[in-house]
């Protein structure tokens, strides 16, 4: 038996373009001419009975078909209890979802789903008919088998019922077997309804071709949310034509139930976060092929970005967006982080570098930074590498730069431990001056470029330079976070008084 086939969300980019417009601007809708006759929804989490009215209503709207019951509360029709019979109070029950459904223009179909604890012998067989016999007396005339996940061939059964049941009914009945219907489910089978979203909706050539050989459709629900939604969505939307189902458009009407203000901020996380076509209309360089004109198109792009955590913050009641929200503050310190890079970019061009290096320490991420991003990441197919090649570039060029493309030698400093950090060649790392610390200076050294972070406000800081025998050689006030400095003659060591945090100390020797 072939596994489900996996809806996941339509996380692609929604353009509401000519292409999926009328003349008059309106989204056009797939012409429903050949279009799927089954096309189901079936719940198995419990207490289905529970509004289920108002679902109805909405898969009514979106052109399903049938109901397909087949609770997890219910033992009755589930492998817990298959061989037994409603008492009359509940049997009253399923005739009034039958009436229900009647009276919402879905057709109720009966699920029965024996699982393996269905023998393939004439008894258990017998039992089965039995049953579907015995529920035809209540006012059901669609019916189904589900004997997904039993490791045997369901053919013979479904022949047989055929022949002994359907073809011998005085009103006729249908009877569906749902593992030969092509099925959507939702959560996905191995993810989680977050993780689903965050993957992209789409349906592959072999499952609308099953589509339209089996001139059906289910989508299986194990909970009922707003994820939920998109799946029925994007399922009604495949079953109108299967040939001509758009993902684009199945998000754009799915994402209709959210407020009007909300929608624009997000639709621009799904530009930005879905697997297919991710950021496709963005695009993106090097620092050797920035230009004014390319780095303005992408810092409004990242300055929308930024802008959807605070669009989004005020929208309550949606499962999805609040289950999202921890992407979303994720996807504005993405836009926050690029609009800093692009910054860097520029000054680095042209030549601020006192600007550039204030910019470049507040753009890179900390490791908890970092850790928050792996947990919710965002835009991570072209956005975040941007933003990361950039700051690597970034960094080379301007060592390059410190350096006159000369090499150099950061070799941690023997007077102290913690120093390393500010010696290691790395941006990334730093260390706390703690009011006092000291570097060697290496033999035939005659310039040192000294990082800082940003200076702290009415303190002065100091950068000495010390002779072997202690006394004074030199010594500057830092009034930049990145300042360069003449090593002296006879200067052995050097000597920063004042509370700041060193990223790299660069010996350079020329």
Same mark, same amino acid.
């Given at each position: 038996?072939?596994?489900?086939?996996?809806?996941?969300?339509?996380?692609?980019?929604?353009?509401?373009?000519?292409?999926?417009?009328?003349?008059?601007?309106?989204?056009?809708?797939?012409?429903?001419?050949?279009?799927?006759?089954?096309?189901?929804?079936?719940?198995?989490?419990?207490?289905?009975?529970?509004?289920?009215?108002?679902?109805?209503?909405?898969?009514?709207?979106?052109?399903?078909?049938?109901?397909?019951?087949?609770?997890?509360?219910?033992?009755?029709?589930?492998?817990?209890?298959?061989?037994?019979?409603?008492?009359?109070?509940?049997?009253?029950?399923?005739?009034?979802?039958?009436?229900?459904?009647?009276?919402?223009?879905?057709?109720?179909?009966?699920?029965?789903?024996?699982?393996?604890?269905?023998?393939?012998?004439?008894?258990?067989?017998?039992?089965?008919?039995?049953?579907?016999?015995?529920?035809?007396?209540?006012?059901?005339?669609?019916?189904?088998?589900?004997?997904?996940?039993?490791?045997?061939?369901?053919?013979?059964?479904?022949?047989?019922?055929?022949?002994?049941?359907?073809?011998?009914?005085?009103?006729?009945?249908?009877?569906?077997?749902?593992?030969?219907?092509?099925?959507?489910?939702?959560?996905?089978?191995?993810?989680?309804?977050?993780?689903?979203?965050?993957?992209?909706?789409?349906?592959?050539?072999?499952?609308?071709?099953?589509?339209?050989?089996?001139?059906?459709?289910?989508?299986?629900?194990?909970?009922?949310?707003?994820?939920?939604?998109?799946?029925?969505?994007?399922?009604?939307?495949?079953?109108?034509?299967?040939?001509?189902?758009?993902?684009?458009?199945?998000?754009?009407?799915?994402?209709?139930?959210?407020?009007?203000?909300?929608?624009?901020?997000?639709?621009?996380?799904?530009?930005?976060?879905?697997?297919?076509?991710?950021?496709?209309?963005?695009?993106?360089?090097?620092?050797?092929?920035?230009?004014?004109?390319?780095?303005?198109?992408?810092?409004?792009?990242?300055?929308?970005?930024?802008?959807?955590?605070?669009?989004?913050?005020?929208?309550?009641?949606?499962?999805?967006?609040?289950?999202?929200?921890?992407?979303?503050?994720?996807?504005?310190?993405?836009?926050?982080?690029?609009?800093?890079?692009?910054?860097?970019?520029?000054?680095?061009?042209?030549?601020?570098?006192?600007?550039?290096?204030?910019?470049?320490?507040?753009?890179?991420?900390?490791?908890?930074?970092?850790?928050?991003?792996?947990?919710?990441?965002?835009?991570?197919?072209?956005?975040?590498?941007?933003?990361?090649?950039?700051?690597?570039?970034?960094?080379?060029?301007?060592?390059?730069?410190?350096?006159?493309?000369?090499?150099?030698?950061?070799?941690? *400093? !023997?007077?102290? &431990?913690?120093? /390393?950090? $500010?010696?290691?060649? @790395?941006?990334?790392?730093? #260390? =706390?001056?703690?009011?006092?610390?000291?570097?060697?200076?290496?033999?035939?050294?005659?310039?040192?470029?000294?990082?800082?972070?940003?200076?702290?406000?009415?303190?002065?800081?100091?950068?000495?330079?010390?002779?072997?025998?202690?006394?004074?050689?030199?010594?500057?006030?830092?009034?930049?976070? *990145? !300042?360069?400095? &003449?090593?002296? /003659?006879? $200067?052995?060591?050097? @000597?920063?008084?004042?509370? #700041? =945090?060193?990223?790299?100390?660069?010996?350079?020797?020329?």
């Amino acid at each position: 038996m072939k596994s489900p086939i996996r809806l996941v969300a339509v996380l692609l980019l929604i353009f509401l373009s000519a292409a999926a417009t009328d003349a008059a601007g309106r989204k056009k809708q797939p012409v429903d001419t050949v279009g799927l006759t089954c096309r189901g929804v079936m719940e198995t989490f419990a207490k289905v009975s529970d509004g289920l009215e108002q679902r109805l209503d909405f898969y009514k709207s979106k052109g399903l078909t049938h109901y397909f019951y087949s609770p997890s509360d219910d033992k009755y029709c589930s492998r817990w209890g298959w061989k037994f019979l409603y008492n009359d109070s509940q049997r009253h029950s399923i005739r009034a979802l039958v009436k229900l459904c009647s009276s919402k223009g879905i057709e109720f179909v009966w699920t029965v789903n024996p699982g393996e604890r269905y023998n393939w012998t004439p008894a258990d067989y017998k039992f089965l008919l039995d049953k579907l016999i015995m529920m035809s007396y209540n006012g059901i005339r669609s019916f189904a088998v589900d004997f997904t996940d039993h490791p045997g061939d369901h053919r013979a059964v479904r022949d047989s019922l055929v022949k002994d049941f359907v073809m011998t009914r005085k009103n006729p009945v249908t009877l569906y077997v749902v593992d030969d219907i092509p099925q959507v489910e939702y959560p996905s089978e191995g993810h989680s309804a977050i993780e689903s979203l965050m993957r992209g909706y789409h349906f592959d050539d072999e499952f609308i071709a099953s589509c339209k050989a089996t001139g059906s459709i289910l989508c299986t629900l194990s909970e009922y949310d707003e994820f939920a939604k998109l799946a029925i969505s994007a399922t009604a939307d495949c079953a109108r034509n299967p040939g001509e189902y758009s993902p684009d458009r199945s998000m754009a009407d799915a994402i209709e139930i959210l407020d009007e203000d909300v929608r624009g901020a997000f639709l621009t996380f799904l530009k930005h976060t879905g697997e297919v076509n991710e950021s496709s209309s963005v695009e993106v360089f090097t620092l050797d092929t920035w230009s004014k004109d390319k780095a303005d198109a992408l810092y409004g792009e990242f300055d929308c970005i930024e802008k959807v955590p605070e669009q989004i913050s005020s929208h309550v009641g949606s499962d999805f967006i609040e289950a999202l929200r921890p992407w979303f503050v994720e996807f504005g310190r993405l836009g926050t982080r690029g609009k800093k890079v692009l910054r860097c970019m520029e000054c680095f061009t042209r030549g601020n570098i006192r600007d550039f290096w204030t910019i470049y320490i507040s753009a890179m991420m900390t490791p908890q930074q970092d850790a928050d991003y792996q947990a919710h990441p965002v835009g991570a197919n072209k956005l975040h590498p941007f933003c990361c090649a950039a700051m690597e570039d970034l960094k080379e060029a301007f060592t390059r730069m410190l350096t006159g493309g000369a090499g150099f030698q950061n070799l941690a *400093s !023997t007077l102290s &431990d913690r120093s /390393n950090a $500010a010696l290691d060649s @790395d941006f990334a790392t730093s #260390v =706390d001056s703690e009011g006092h610390i000291e570097f060697a200076i290496p033999a035939h050294a005659n310039t040192c470029h000294l990082l800082t972070g940003p200076l702290p406000e009415g303190k002065r800081l100091f950068f000495r330079q010390l002779r072997t025998d202690g006394s004074l050689a030199a010594e500057f006030i830092l009034d930049s976070p *990145s !300042t360069t400095f &003449d090593i002296k /003659n006879g $200067a052995v060591k050097v @000597d920063i008084i004042g509370d #700041v =945090d060193i990223y790299e100390c660069i010996f350079v020797y020329l």
